[in-house]
């Protein structure tokens, strides 16, 4: 199957600091990609839809200038928490898909992030 | 905003018992998905089921899907204690290629 890979897979941080996430379709190439968080014990709740060559469209309670989204190539996207704190702490997972005419979407492993 | 919720959300079993988790959704589907997530890591693809289906097999997975009802059903047979872990369920907007939507989720316990 197709893969997606993500990094770094696990981040510490200080708060007040950006962190940047990166997303990558290694094998096909992706024109959505998507940005989930998912906080202990909880689901996967999506964060922004990132479109390669368009601004990000992000979901209603998730602030745009927090997390900058930047699709700027069909095989990458990446995710910046600006200023993070440590109410970011969580794991962010992105998924890609090949295109509207593909029923499933790869999800990268993961990348945990901890912001003291 | 999640659209599937699974139930139980937490399930404990022994070795060799079946195990069955159910998810319920609010709006048309495209597919439902299933995945699998052990503590802290990433998710894993376990089957995926149109909405023109009504039942499909992997292995020891079944997969049932009832969109009159806006439910399915994941059983797992003669389960292991590697089953351990915590499954989702999600589904699209209706259209290929567009951002899932995952349940709450069911964890799940296998005891040898």
């Known amino acids: 199957g197709a893969v997606v890979s993500q990094h770094p897979s696990r981040v510490i941080c200080k708060s007040g600091t950006s962190v940047k996430i990166e997303c990558r379709s290694l094998?096909?190439?992706?024109?959505?990609m998507f940005w989930y968080r998912q906080f202990p014990k909880q689901s996967l709740m999506l964060m922004a839809t990132?479109?390669?060559?368009?601004?990000?469209?992000?979901e209603q309670g998730v602030e745009k200038d927090k997390f900058l989204i930047n699709h700027a190539s069909l095989t990458l996207s990446t995710l910046t928490v600006t200023s993070a704190h440590p109410e970011d702490s969580s794991f962010y997972i992105c998924?890609?898909?090949?295109?509207?005419?593909?029923?499933?979407?790869?999800f990268g492993p993961g990348t945990r992030l901890t912001v003291l | 905003s999640q659209q599937g919720e699974e139930d139980p959300q937490a399930l404990s079993i022994q070795e060799g018992e079946n195990a069955t988790m159910n998810c319920s959704y609010k709006?048309?589907?495209?597919?439902l998905q299933w995945y699998r997530q052990n503590s802290g890591r990433g998710l894993v693809h376990l089957i995926l089921?149109?909405?023109?289906?009504r039942e499909k097999h992997s292995g020891r997975l079944r997969v049932t899907l009832d969109t009159s009802k806006k439910s399915s059903s994941l059983l797992i047979t003669a389960s292991r204690a590697a089953d351990t872990a915590s499954y989702f369920c999600?589904?699209?907007?209706?259209?290929?290629?567009?951002?899932?939507?995952f349940g709450k989720g069911t964890t799940l316990s296998v005891s040898s």
């Open positions: 998924s890609a898909a090949p295109g509207v005419w593909s029923d499933e979407q790869f």
């Open positions: 094998d096909f190439q992706a024109t959505t």
């Open positions: 990132s479109n390669e060559g368009s601004k990000a469209t992000y």
């Open positions: 709006t048309s589907i495209n597919n």
């Open positions: 089921i149109r909405s023109n289906e």
């Open positions: 999600a589904t699209d907007a209706g259209s290929a290629g567009t951002a899932l939507i």
